[in-house]
């Protein structure tokens, strides 16, 4: 695999690199992506899973669908993109690390400031009060927690479809949309509203953008730069190509 040399360049002209992840960069430390052909919503239902609505109706099934993804997620460890992104952040003079993952497997890695857009899935909070509850949950003994200061319903705080994003990371995402040199979308379809619309708002803010990803996106045809290995091989030999051309130049 090649590193444009247009690539290189751009980055070691850039004061601020921007990052947004998907569940693609995830992949090779064996947690499914959400649309890929064996994707978990090409076998389970989002809306019955992953939404207000679903979880209104049925509480049970929803916490045990996030207790069955803790249990895979608790068994897994970052692989050598998440490490090797983590080790860009101390490469540039500003990075902005961007994720819709609710699997933490960037803090993992190391990578010290990651804004969650779609929230996490280790913290919790009551549906009613949103008083929080940071600590794991385990509801092997009953079937889901209520809240001790309300009674109401405590759920993951990950953000489901149809509900707002969390404010400051949204606006984190967006600042340094407009204002990187480079701007990295990695391992996500870009179709899930409005994460998607970032990269989009980076290249018309005039930054250069990269599409790390096997397949084609609604956002290829966009990107200066499109990188179609997996994530976990292409930031290794970007890194080691990156430090070669910053000591030949
Ligand atoms: N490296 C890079 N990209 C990969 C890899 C890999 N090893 N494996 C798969 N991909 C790509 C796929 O080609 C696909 O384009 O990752 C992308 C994953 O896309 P989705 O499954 O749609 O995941 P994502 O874009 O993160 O979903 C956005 O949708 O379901 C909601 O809230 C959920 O945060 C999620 C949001």
């Known amino acids: 695999m090649e590193i444009p040399q247009k690539l290189l360049e751009a980055l070691s002209n850039a004061d601020h690199v921007a990052m947004l992840t998907g569940a693609g960069v995830s992949a090779e430390s064996g947690i499914k992506t959400f649309r890929d052909p064996d994707g978990l919503w090409t076998q389970f239902n989002p809306s019955e899973l992953a939404s207000i609505d679903g979880f209104m109706s049925n509480p049970e099934l929803v916490w045990s669908w996030y207790q069955h993804r803790i249990e ?6 970052p692989n050598p993109g998440h490490y090797a992104i983590a080790e860009m952040e101390k490469m540039f003079n500003r990075f902005t690390l961007i994720t819709q993952n609710v699997d933490r497997l960037h803090q993992q890695a190391g990578s010290k400031l990651v804004y969650e857009l779609h929230g996490n899935i280790i913290d919790n909070h009551c549906f009613q009060c949103k008083m929080p509850y940071k600590e794991e949950i385990d509801i092997s003994e009953k079937s889901v927690p209520t809240c001790p200061e309300c009674g109401g319903l405590i759920r993951p705080s990950v953000v489901w479809f149809g509900e707002m994003l969390p404010f400051d990371a949204l606006c984190a995402a967006d600042e340094a949309a407009q204002q ?10 870009a179709e899930v509203y409005p994460a998607a619309n970032i990269p989009h708002l980076a290249k018309k803010s005039g930054a250069f953008l990269v599409e790390v990803n096997p397949n084609l996106t609604a956002l290829s045809y966009y990107a200066d730069v499109k990188l179609g290995e997996p994530s976990g091989v292409t930031f290794p030999k970007l ?11």
């Open 180 to 189: 990187c040199d480079v701007f990295f979308s990695v391992g996500t379809s």
């Open 72 to 77: 895979i997620i608790r068994n897994t460890k």
């Open 239 to 249: 890194l080691e190509e990156f430090k070669k051309y910053k000591k030949e130049n």
